[in-house]
T-cell receptor, first 113, second 114 residues
Framework: ETGVTQSPTHLIKTRGQQVTLRCSSQ?????VSWYQQALGQGPQFIFQ???????GRGNFPPRFSGLQFPNYSSELNVNALELDDSALYLC????????????FGAGSRLTVL | AQSVTQLDSQVPVFEEAPVELRCNYS??????LFWYVQYPNQGLQLLLK??????LVKGINGFEAEFNKSQTSFHLRKPSVHISDTAEYFC????????????FGAGTQVVVTP
């Protein structure tokens, strides 16, 4: 079975720009969750997508948005980038009946200058 | 709301020695508990999970954890560590009806030296 793949692995943006991060979920998984991990901290839940609908959101502003496609892959979009958005963005997939067992990708490291 | 506290930010340990990583949580309702490991420049890998049943949970790579409801703790242990266990370890909690929405602790960096 394939795991969770994320792209790009690294990217650099400047303040005010927009970024799109992509995630392919593990085969058979229908739920995608996104997390932000700032340097030296634990991951923070951004939001989750289930059956192409947002299914819960953490304490992140509306400039963080997402999509889930019919093949269960997902995108995370961040508008009006701020310096504090610099972080590792992790995507995790799961089955809705999987009792919270997440499979994580390796992440996309975003640097905002 | 639930929260997680990892009591040690860094734990140095010698190879073949035992290690214990402490995790306390707070929640007014039932939760699931997890330990994840993160190796440098990688994502998170599940070590073990507590959903229900036996309070002693065994995971991969020789790790185990014990759920203690009265002390709201979920400490992780390994009787003998290897150099390859050097990594960041995260304790996490979720509500039982909120799959995929984990609350993570700040992490414990384990450094194993010969």
């Amino acid at each position: 079975e394939t795991g969770v793949t994320q792209s790009p692995t690294h990217l650099i943006k400047t303040r005010g720009q927009q970024v799109t991060l992509r995630c392919s979920s593990q085969s058979g998984h229908n739920t995608v969750s996104w997390y932000q991990q700032a340097l030296g901290q634990g991951p923070q839940f951004i939001f989750q997508y289930y059956r192409e609908e947002e299914n819960g959101r953490g304490n992140f502003p509306p400039r963080f948005s997402g999509l889930q496609f019919p093949n269960y892959s997902s995108e995370l979009n961040v508008n009006a980038l701020e310096l504090d958005d610099s972080a590792l963005y992790l995507c995790a997939s799961s089955l809705d009946s999987g009792a919270n067992v997440l499979t994580f990708g390796a992440g996309s490291r975003l640097t905002v200058l | 709301a639930q929260s997680v506290t990892q009591l040690d930010s860094q734990v140095p340990v010698f190879e073949e020695a035992p290690v214990e990583l402490r995790c306390n949580y707070s929640s007014s309702v039932s939760v699931y508990l997890f330990w994840y490991v993160q190796y440098p420049n990688q994502g998170l890998q599940l070590l073990l999970k507590y959903l229900s049943g036996s309070t002693l949970v065994k995971g991969i790579n020789g790790f185990e954890a014990e759920f203690n409801k009265s002390q709201t703790s979920f400490h992780l242990r390994k009787p003998s560590v290897h150099i390859s266990d050097t990594a960041e370890y995260f304790c996490a909690v979720s509500l039982t009806d909120s799959w995929g929405k984990l609350q993570f602790g700040a992490g414990t960096q384990v450094v194993v030296t010969p």
